[in-house]
């Protein structure tokens, strides 16, 4: 279910959002920040398990994140799915929309989430007297087109270990943009998520959870995981340490 809130419902505008500083604004001059306050006039709460929009529905909107995660994912006619990537507080949703203009993938709450919402025509409204918005527009897309690159990559020529190794480095880096510990987290993912996202099945990511749990490289219980070991974790993926 999704439950619409009007900005003026609440006090904090991008301005002022402790997500600012990995959300859209980030980067953009003070002075044209302020001007962005204009930009969000709703808020939507997503329930856990429901859609914030679906496959093929008109692109009216970018999403930025603003509490929870959120998973996308494409979906077959025979019902599979295949998940194309998790969101984190800070990150913009509904990227993959903006070049046909309707959304390729469909979005899912993976926990009850609030996003920000921001419509397109006030992006092009806005962007008369805020040029760098656009630019930052741009940055994001170039961001989101990155990531699935290392997706591919990861998933073409990384063996399973390594997939597994530079899921959890990814997902610490990410954390610790956000102010939170990159070595203490609480996945809010299943490992089923985990494997259909890394294309492994459930047992061989279970297997490689209990083997990175078994080398000192990671403490785990249930969704809780700890990395005890960040450098034998990057040398598993390939990265300098």
Do not use: W
Request: proline share 3%.
């Amino acid at each position: 279910m999704q439950k619409r809130i009007p900005v003026a419902a609440t006090a904090t505008h991008c301005s002022t959002c402790m997500m600012g500083h990995v959300c859209l604004p980030v980067g953009m001059p003070a002075h044209e920040v302020e001007q962005l306050d204009t930009l969000v006039k709703e808020r939507i709460r997503v329930e856990k398990g429901q859609a914030l929009y679906r496959h093929g529905e008109n692109l009216n909107a970018l999403f930025g994140l603003r509490s929870g995660s959120l998973k996308t994912l494409l979906e077959e006619a025979n019902g599979n799915q295949q998940i194309t990537g998790f969101f984190l507080p800070g990150e913009i949703v509904g990227l993959d929309g903006m070049i046909e203009g309707e959304h390729s993938s469909s979005a899912i709450a993976m926990e009850d989430s609030e996003v920000c919402v921001v419509r397109m025509q006030d992006i092009d409204e806005i962007s008369r007297y805020v040029p760098s918005l656009q630019h930052q527009i741009r940055r994001l897309m170039s961001k989101e087109i990155a990531r699935s690159h290392q997706v591919l990559l990861a998933l073409g020529s990384m063996r399973s270990e390594q997939r597994l190794a530079a899921f959890l480095s990814n997902l610490s880096q990410r954390l610790a943009i956000l102010g939170y510990s990159p070595t203490d987290f609480v996945m809010r993912m299943s490992r089923e998520e985990i494997g259909n996202y890394l294309g492994l099945t459930l047992e061989t990511i279970s297997r490689l959870f209990s083997r990175f749990a078994r080398d000192g490289v990671i403490r785990i219980s249930q969704r809780e995981v700890k990395i005890l070991d960040m450098h034998a974790l990057n040398e598993l993926v390939g990265k300098p340490c």
